[in-house]
């Protein structure tokens, strides 16, 4: 069992950098692939980013590739979103989820079992 707690999402304007947190509890975290996914108002949840669970592979979106950094810290039972020069269609609830299978870089919802509640950013032009 794992639980998942997102923060730092907030309101910024277009541009500026954000850095999402997500905690998690249990033992197995350092086993799981952990990736991030987000959903705008009226649109399905996209993915954005995944990092494997040794911290040794990562895989970006296109739409972010190059402005976002996934990381994490199993140690601190943490994975991190570094989002930089942020664009007004960045605006979204952001997701962590955990992915038990560690199937390589998996980009699908489904495959991902255990999610957070989620927190908003907004980013304005």
């Known amino acids: 069992q794992v639980q998942l707690v997102e923060s730092g999402g907030e309101s910024v304007q277009a541009g500026g950098s954000l850095r999402l947190s997500c905690a998690a509890s249990g033992r197995t975290f350092s086993t799981y692939n952990m990736g991030w996914f987000r959903q705008a108002p009226g649109k399905e949840r996209e993915f954005v980013a995944v990092?494997?669970?040794?911290?040794?592979?990562?895989y970006y979106a296109d739409s972010v590739k190059g402005r976002f950094t996934i990381s994490r810290d199993n140690a601190k039972n943490t994975v991190h979103l570094q989002m930089n020069s942020l664009k007004p269609e960045d605006t979204a609830v952001y997701y962590c989820?955990?992915?038990?299978?560690?199937?390589?870089?998996?980009?699908?919802?489904?495959?991902?079992?255990?999610w957070g509640q989620g927190t908003q950013v907004t980013v304005s032009s």
């Open positions: 989820a955990a992915d038990p299978s560690n199937n390589g870089y998996s980009t699908v919802t489904s495959t991902y079992y255990y």
């Open positions: 990092i494997r669970w040794s911290g040794g592979g990562t």
